[in-house]
């Protein structure tokens, strides 16, 4: 399984979500690898705790370097070995395996998603990880990039036929967020555009498979019925409200339940501190159990073959 998480906007959690649902992914059992592709800010080795690449691979040893035909092998870590964090790496002999690979500190996007040696070397890049892990997560930049172009025509079925390639778009709830979704998807130079474009004189895919494929996940979501006691019964109702439209909004934008992977709570540790949520940060009393489950609750639909059913 192939999976892209994308945005359009930038802060929706996007990597620090998809970094825990790989680590629950290895709780599970799954070997897991997370692919950097977030050309502008490669920062996945600060999420997972992996100071020499916290800011992304040195120069010429990373994703970007890769695609460019620089070198043959980016680089890989092995999280629970890599990690600065004492409590992650104590568990690097339980669950499936963990791997990041980063991109090139300050690498950006100067590289043509038209260039087919660099479509050729992300085929064989992800070809190689498929047959690896179970699951293979690419984050991907925000909005309408070159990482999303690249991502579309390498995984097109006349390039990988028969596999399991899936894009999770994630949106703070929030009717801008929702809007911009709906737009990443459905607008100019959005998924279905794009991925429906002939390149050869034949489309990379149907609309119809390509919708098949995509998934919505909603973070930081608020429970406006659960207000700490500050807010008053007029705001309190404003906020139902609010949360109603919003619900209406995503079920117009065909953003509504039946494509909805899932949803994580508001989470004042990463408000904080973007990171890894351990069992022992929850049993600390540090992080929320909601979050977490929150978390094991994506990692199970997300492999559970169930959730792909056409919509």
């Given at each position: ?101 980063p991109g ?77 979704a709906h ?54 109702a404003w ?73």
């Amino acid at each position: 399984m192939i999976v892209f998480a994308t945005s359009d906007k930038g802060g929706t959690g996007r990597s620090v979500t998809s970094c825990n649902l790989a680590y629950r992914l290895g709780l599970r059992g799954t070997s897991t690898a997370y692919v950097d592709f977030d050309f502008g800010s490669p920062t996945a080795g600060a999420l997972f705790e992996i100071s020499k690449v916290d800011k992304g691979a040195e120069p010429g040893r990373g994703l970007h370097s890769y695609l460019r035909g620089e070198i043959t092998d980016p680089q890989r870590l092995d999280v629970r070995v890599a990690t600065d964090r004492e409590a992650l790496r104590s568990r690097r002999s339980r669950g499936g395996k963990l791997f990041l690979l980063p991109g090139d500190e300050g690498g950006g996007e100067a590289m043509a998603a038209e260039d087919p040696q660099v479509v050729r070397r992300c085929i064989d890049l992800l070809l190689e990880l498929d047959a690896a892990f179970k699951v293979v997560i690419v984050d991907l930049s925000a909005g309408r990039s070159v990482a999303m172009q690249i991502a579309l025509e390498a995984t097109a079925p006349k390039y990988m036929p028969d596999k399991e390639v899936y894009w999770l778009l994630f949106h703070r709830w929030t009717r801008q967020h929702i809007m911009a979704a709906h737009g990443l998807v459905n607008g100019p130079k959005g998924l279905i555009q794009t991925g429906t474009a002939e390149i050869g004189r034949q489309p990379l895919y149907t609309e119809r498979e390509l919708r098949r494929r995509i998934r919505f996940v909603r973070t930081a979501v608020p429970r406006p019925g659960e207000q700490p006691e500050t807010v008053s019964g007029p705001q309190a109702a404003w906020l139902l409200r609010q949360d109603a439209a919003l619900r209406s909004l995503a079920a117009e934008y065909r953003l509504g339940a039946g494509s909805l992977l899932g949803r994580t709570p508001v989470e004042p540790v990463l408000q904080w501190r973007e990171q890894i949520i351990l069992d022992a940060d929850v049993s600390a009393g540090i992080a929320n159990r909601e979050t977490v489950d929150a978390f094991e609750d994506l990692a199970r639909k997300l492999i559970a073959e169930d959730t792909w059913v056409p919509i």
